[in-house]
């Protein structure tokens, strides 16, 4: 069998990894709480943010702020609100922090090198994500 063919044929998620994306907009709660870390993750002791910028190695789209996740994507902000998004969906952050942490705990080509990656350098991260999935409260 082909690997993700049963995710397919049940029709649950998709091979772009947006099912994070589609939990954050069915959980509001989970937006405000992904919005919240981000912001902390993305302010300065000071209280200062840096800019929006490209983030290197992506093609000129992918925007994001200096942050603290383990991988530069995970911290991905768009600078629009997708269509049907839920109004907690902030207009610049919206996140790929679930999607992409979904990725590193599930898939097979990502989950091998960048979980124990999360593991080691975003403990934090990994426990929230782990407590979505099965809430579990550390």
């Known amino acids: 069998m082909q690997p993700g063919a049963l995710r397919r044929e049940a029709g649950v998620g998709r091979e772009d990894g947006s099912d994070g994306g589609r939990l954050q907009r069915a959980m509001p709660g989970l937006q405000r709480l992904i919005q919240a ?7 300065r002791p000071d209280g200062t943010r840096d800019p929006v910028e490209g983030l ?15 991988e530069e994507y995970q911290g991905r902000i768009y600078p629009f609100t997708p269509a049907g998004a839920h109004p907690d969906w902030g207009r610049d952050e919206a996140l790929e922090a679930v999607t992409r942490g979904m990725q ?4 097979p080509l990502h989950g091998t090198e960048r ?5 080691r350098e975003d403990p934090g991260f990994l426990d929230l994500l782990l407590g979505v999935l099965l809430d579990y409260d550390p």
């Open 104 to 107: 590193m705990l599930f898939h």
């Open 37 to 43: 870390d981000h912001l902390r993750r993305t302010t």
């Open 56 to 70: 290197p190695n992506y093609d000129s789209s992918a925007t994001g702020r200096r942050d603290r996740y383990s």
């Open 115 to 119: 979980l124990p990656k999360m593991a």
